[in-house]
């Protein structure tokens, strides 16, 4: 299928205003993060975690975003983008809507979480708050394990101003030589590699950096210390590695790599009482502009507030929950591991993690493979993993085996580049065979491919996943896979491998939609096809779930769906570009969010298709990345997986759950209270409480389903 735009025009219907810009959107998506921050009614260390990944969230997205953004107003021929806006609108709006949200995270920090904290008997102290015993503890640990770590950079003739590592949290120091009188500026990096909050005695904690600046004397001897004040840089941390290395791909990705230290200031976040003249030095050195200097009241880096889930206080966290094994898998009255291969020669498995668990089913089922004397060969793709991953240990214990192993390591996963550099070297070091996808793409896909002999015949078995191989973030993250036996699917996805691995142009799929060929064609062609039962007076219905939707063809074509009547439904965990409930073209268009405990992350794709529903799932969301620079896997389920799957994509959009609506302005309003005051389902919360445990041969479902749920809020039949 071609990648040709559909025939039917829409610039005489459509106004040119009706793409959301896609930077604001994600800033959007990062301020309901902070709502669940700012939300009291939620366990206390849980609100301080939520601050954290809003801190983190926005680190990277300047980083990347707003560096990629200025790097192309830098060039001059950055052009209008979808919204209508011009990059330097962009970057203005970007500025200064990112600054008011940090100023609400410092002021939800300094005016609700510490006086919270303090409450439940955990204290973060200033160093003059500290009692006399409790500095002289303090100057002991300084002088003995933080001390020999600083180093003090002065900066005057005969030292240039030192580079300031991205992201570092550092120091600046103004002390006064008493002889000379003379006032001299020096930097001093709060050292990464110890802990931001020492512990001075049960739950009562001061930051390193005031423990630093409590001594700075030390550091500094014979010197007058006259100003102190914290300061934080973002960097442009944005890799490019150009295609004419990509037959040396790892060796022009490490140099990239050490490029990125020195990249581009695009933010600095400094205390709100520093001094105009040490910051107009810190400004001129690190090059930033005027409206990109944050000035902050209180905490600088609340990432680092991720360290308080460590404190023993289960009064104040989430309730504990721990994956189980999926019911399909689990052996009845039996706690020995199943046999995974075994199971799926019979049917094909649904798993949705994090509720079921991942160990138990995709890393138990690459296990059982790697050591099972019938399979020949094991084909996988690696995006993301852990640092002490399992499923690369898999791998090459398969290797040592003698089986035939291809791992498809995408090496620039962004942030994961030299983690997966490694692995790819050790997994080469153990004979597996490892490749880098095709030059000029991403491998986005999450595929693993298994051969087996049984009984004289070869057959495939294969999972699918709509997230990463990732035992640590599979408990966290929400995502469906699939294994199956299929031979369609095992066909589809071993061409796909010989794609991957060797010469060929890519082929037409059964089973699957691939990008970059086909997939964005794949889905408006459906989309069309949903029009056109409406006009034949059959059910129209499109569910999309997925994490972002920028692609401007993709939403177009949602856009004449609504106005043919169709009805469409978007659950969305970040950017949204679509402008829905807009009359005329938009207004049988619902967009609806939820955050939560799990990152929301799996990809579903479902159309009514008159009656004879079509379900996807797969790697992609809707972005011109996924969509025309990456190789991204949709798979289509069975009838009994897909019923399972848009079950839960309609308790997310239930109005009985809580979730944000978007709004036609591009604004996103909470709904997570009814109208008595009570709260809304929690979605995630329902799917753990009715996680089926199999005590019988009764008691497994056959897919697990999720109707209770769906009777308590209504939804039931609905579709």
Same mark, same amino acid.
């Given at each position: 299928?071609? /990648?040709?735009?559909?025939?039917?025009?829409?610039?005489?219907?459509?106004?040119?205003?009706?793409?959301?810009?896609?930077?604001?959107?994600?800033?959007?998506?990062?301020?309901?993060?902070?709502e669940?921050?700012q939300?009291?009614d939620?366990?206390l260390?849980?609100?301080?975690?939520?601050?954290s @990944?809003?801190?983190?969230?926005?680190?990277?997205f300047?980083?990347?975003?707003?560096?990629?953004?200025?790097?192309?107003?830098?060039?001059?021929i950055?052009?209008?983008?979808?919204?209508?806006?011009?990059?330097?609108?962009? =970057?203005?709006?970007?500025?200064?809507?990112?600054?008011?949200?940090?100023?609400?995270?410092?002021? +939800?920090?300094?005016?609700?979480?510490?006086?919270?904290?303090?409450a439940?008997?955990?204290?973060?102290?200033?160093?003059?708050?500290?009692?006399?015993?409790?500095?002289?503890?303090m100057?002991?640990?300084?002088?003995?394990?933080?001390?020999?770590?600083?180093?003090?950079?002065?900066?005057?003739?005969s030292?240039?101003?030192?580079?300031?590592? *991205?992201?570092?949290?550092?120091?600046?120091v103004?002390?006064?030589?008493? +002889?000379?009188?003379?006032?001299?500026?020096?930097?001093?990096? %709060?050292?990464p590699?110890?802990p #931001?909050?020492?512990?001075?005695?049960?739950?009562?904690?001061?930051?390193?950096?005031d423990?630093?600046?409590?001594?700075?004397?030390?550091?500094?001897? &014979?010197?007058?210390?006259?100003?102190?004040?914290?300061?934080?840089?973002?960097r442009?941390?944005?890799?490019?590695?150009?295609?004419?290395?990509?037959?040396?791909l790892?060796?022009?990705?490490?140099?990239?790599?050490?490029?990125?230290?020195?990249?581009? *200031?695009?933010?600095l976040?400094?205390? $709100?009482?520093?001094?105009?003249?040490?910051?107009?030095?810190?400004?001129?050195?690190?090059? %930033?502009?005027?409206?990109?200097?944050?000035?902050?009241?209180?905490?600088?880096?609340?990432e680092?507030?991720?360290?308080l889930?460590?404190?023993?206080?289960?009064?104040?966290?989430?309730?504990?929950?721990?994956?189980?094994?999926?019911?399909?898998?689990?052996?009845?009255?039996?706690?020995?591991?199943?046999?995974?291969?075994?199971?799926?020669?019979?049917?094909d498995?649904?798993?949705?993690?994090?509720?079921?668990?991942?160990?138990?089913?995709?890393q138990?089922?690459?296990?059982?493979?790697?050591?099972?004397?019938?399979?020949?060969?094991?084909?996988?793709?690696?995006?993301?993993?852990?640092?002490?991953?399992?499923?690369?240990?898999?791998? @090459?214990?398969?290797?040592?085996?003698?089986?035939?192993?291809?791992?498809?390591?995408?090496?620039?996963?962004?942030?994961?580049?030299?983690?997966?550099?490694?692995?790819?070297?050790?997994?080469?070091?153990? &004979?597996?065979?490892?490749?880098?996808?095709?030059?000029g793409?991403? +491998? =986005?896909?999450?595929?693993?491919?298994?051969?087996?002999?049984?009984?004289?015949?070869?057959?495939r078995?294969?999972?699918?996943?709509? &997230?990463?191989?990732?035992?640590?973030?599979?408990?966290?993250?929400?995502?469906?896979?699939?294994?199956?036996?299929?031979?369609k699917?095992?066909?589809?996805?071993?061409?796909?491998?010989?794609?991957l691995?060797?010469y060929?142009?890519?082929g037409?799929?059964?089973?699957?939609?691939?990008?970059?060929?086909?997939?964005?064609?794949?889905?408006?062609?459906?989309?069309?096809?949903?029009?056109?039962?409406?006009?034949?007076g059959?059910?129209g =219905?499109?569910?999309?779930?997925? $994490?972002s939707?920028?692609?401007?063809?993709i939403?177009?074509?949602?856009?004449?769906?609504?106005?043919?009547?169709?009805?469409?439904?978007?659950?969305? #965990?970040?950017?949204?570009?679509? #402008?829905p409930?807009?009359?005329?073209?938009?207004?049988?268009?619902?967009?609806?969010?939820?955050l *939560? #405990?799990?990152?929301? =992350? !799996?990809?579903?794709?479902?159309?009514?298709?008159?009656?004879?529903? /079509?379900?996807?799932?797969? !790697?992609?969301?809707l972005?011109?990345r $996924?969509?025309?620079r990456? %190789?991204?896997?949709?798979?289509?389920?069975?009838?009994?997986?897909?019923?399972?799957?848009?079950?839960?994509?309609?308790?997310?959009?239930?109005? +009985?759950?809580?979730?944000?609506?978007?709004?036609?302005? &591009?604004?996103?309003?909470?709904?997570?209270?009814?109208?008595? *005051?009570?709260?809304?389902?929690?979605?995630?919360?329902?799917?753990?409480?009715?996680?089926?445990?199999?005590?019988?041969?009764a008691?497994?479902?056959?897919?697990?389903?999720?109707?209770?749920?769906?009777?308590k809020?209504?939804?039931?039949?609905?579709?």
């Amino acid at each position: 299928m071609s /990648e040709t735009s559909p025939s039917a025009p829409i610039a005489a219907v459509l106004p040119s205003d009706r793409f959301l810009d896609r930077e604001l959107s994600w800033l959007a998506f990062n301020e309901r993060v902070l709502e669940l921050a700012q939300d009291q009614d939620m366990e206390l260390l849980e609100r301080a975690k939520y601050l954290s @990944i809003f801190a983190s969230n926005l680190d990277e997205f300047f980083m990347v975003r707003v560096a990629g953004l200025k790097r192309r107003i830098a060039t001059g021929i950055a052009t209008k983008t979808a919204s209508g806006m011009q990059p330097t609108e962009v =970057h203005a709006s970007v500025l200064a809507q990112s600054y008011a949200a940090m100023k609400r995270a410092s002021q +939800t920090f300094n005016d609700s979480i510490l006086p919270a904290l303090v409450a439940s008997g955990i204290e973060i102290l200033r160093w003059e708050e500290l009692t006399s015993e409790e500095r002289d503890a303090m100057s002991k640990l300084f002088d003995e394990q933080i001390f020999p770590v600083l180093t003090p950079l002065a900066v005057d003739p005969s030292h240039p101003f030192p580079y300031i590592s *991205g992201l570092s949290l550092n120091l600046a120091v103004v002390v006064k030589n008493p +002889t000379a009188g003379s006032e001299l500026f020096a930097r001093v990096k %709060v050292p990464p590699s110890l802990p #931001r909050f020492i512990e001075v005695s049960t739950q009562r904690f001061v930051t390193l950096e005031d423990v630093m600046a409590g001594h700075l004397d030390k550091l500094f001897p &014979g010197m007058q210390v006259m100003q102190c004040h914290a300061f934080r840089v973002t960097r442009n941390e944005e890799l490019e590695v150009e295609e004419d290395d990509a037959e040396n791909l790892l060796q022009a990705l490490e140099r990239e790599l050490m490029r990125r230290r020195f990249g581009p *200031g695009v933010r600095l976040e400094v205390e $709100n009482s520093i001094d105009p003249n040490v910051l107009d030095l810190i400004v001129s050195e690190l090059g %930033v502009e005027q409206n990109e200097v944050f000035r902050l009241t209180g905490l600088l880096d609340h990432e680092s507030l991720f360290e308080l889930m460590k404190l023993k206080r289960e009064d104040l966290k989430a309730p504990v929950f721990i994956a189980r094994t999926s019911t399909a898998l689990a052996e009845v009255e039996s706690s020995s591991a199943p046999d995974i291969l075994d199971v799926m020669r019979h049917r094909d498995i649904l798993l949705h993690h994090p509720y079921d668990s991942f160990s138990t089913s995709m890393q138990m089922f690459l296990e059982q493979a790697s050591n099972d004397p019938n399979v020949l060969a094991i084909k996988q793709t690696l995006y993301r993993t852990s640092g002490d991953s399992p499923i690369v240990d898999a791998l @090459i214990n398969a290797a040592e085996l003698g089986k035939q192993v291809l791992a498809v390591v995408e090496i620039k996963a962004r942030f994961d580049e030299q983690n997966n550099i490694d692995w790819a070297r050790k997994l080469e070091e153990a &004979g597996v065979h490892v490749v880098y996808g095709i030059v000029g793409l991403k +491998t =986005h896909a999450k595929l693993c491919l298994v051969v087996r002999n049984d009984g004289g015949k070869l057959n495939r078995y294969v999972h699918i996943g709509t &997230g990463n191989y990732n035992p640590r973030t599979a408990r966290l993250y929400e995502d469906y896979g699939l294994l199956s036996t299929d031979p369609k699917i095992g066909e589809d996805v071993a061409s796909l491998f010989n794609h991957l691995s060797g010469y060929g142009v890519q082929g037409d799929y059964n089973r699957l939609i691939v990008a970059p060929k086909g997939l964005r064609a794949g889905l408006v062609s459906r989309i069309e096809r949903e029009i056109d039962h409406v006009k034949n007076g059959k059910p129209g =219905h499109i569910r999309f779930k997925c $994490n972002s939707v920028v692609d401007e063809t993709i939403i177009d074509a949602l856009y004449r769906a609504s106005q043919a009547g169709v009805k469409v439904d978007i659950l969305v #965990r970040g950017i949204c570009s679509i #402008r829905p409930g807009v009359p005329g073209y938009s207004e049988n268009i619902r967009v609806r969010s939820v955050l *939560g #405990r799990f990152l929301e =992350h !799996s990809r579903v794709y479902d159309f009514a298709n008159g009656g004879e529903g /079509e379900t996807w799932i797969g !790697s992609a969301d809707l972005m011109h990345r $996924n969509l025309d620079r990456r %190789v991204e896997v949709l798979v289509r389920m069975n009838s009994e997986n897909a019923k399972a799957i848009t079950q839960v994509v309609d308790l997310g959009m239930s109005d +009985t759950t809580a979730s944000w609506h978007l709004q036609s302005d &591009g604004e996103w309003v909470r709904n997570h209270l009814d109208e008595s *005051g009570e709260p809304l389902v929690d979605y995630q919360e329902l799917l753990i409480a009715n996680h089926p445990v199999a005590k019988s041969a009764a008691d497994v479902p056959t897919p697990r389903r999720i109707d209770t749920l769906l009777n308590k809020v209504g939804l039931f039949g609905s579709h």
